[in-house]
């Protein structure tokens, strides 16, 4: 998988790496799933949590800080 400066890439389904990576040999993958070839959710789970965090953001109003 290619490495860009940082940045780490699934060498199973291509995400990229926001967290610790399972490593195995010179391969990186985001979990477990990836790892073993079956079909991961890790997309979906950063998704949500995006749309999630956009919902909270969009909750505040402008000027006020998130506690």
């Known amino acids: ?10 060498d199973g ?7 610790v990576p399972l ?3 010179s391969a ?3 979990c477990r799933d990836c790892q073993e070839g079956i079909r991961c959710e890790c ?6 949590n995006d749309q999630d965090q956009l919902s909270a953001d969009l909750a505040q109003p402008p000027g006020s800080t998130q506690q």
């Open 1 to 10: 998988m290619v490495r860009y400066q940082d940045t780490i890439w699934c």
């Open 13 to 19: 389904c291509g995400l990229e790496i926001l967290w």
């Open 23 to 25: 490593q195995v040999g």
């Open 28 to 30: 990186h993958y985001c």
């Open 43 to 48: 997309r979906e789970y950063l998704e949500q």
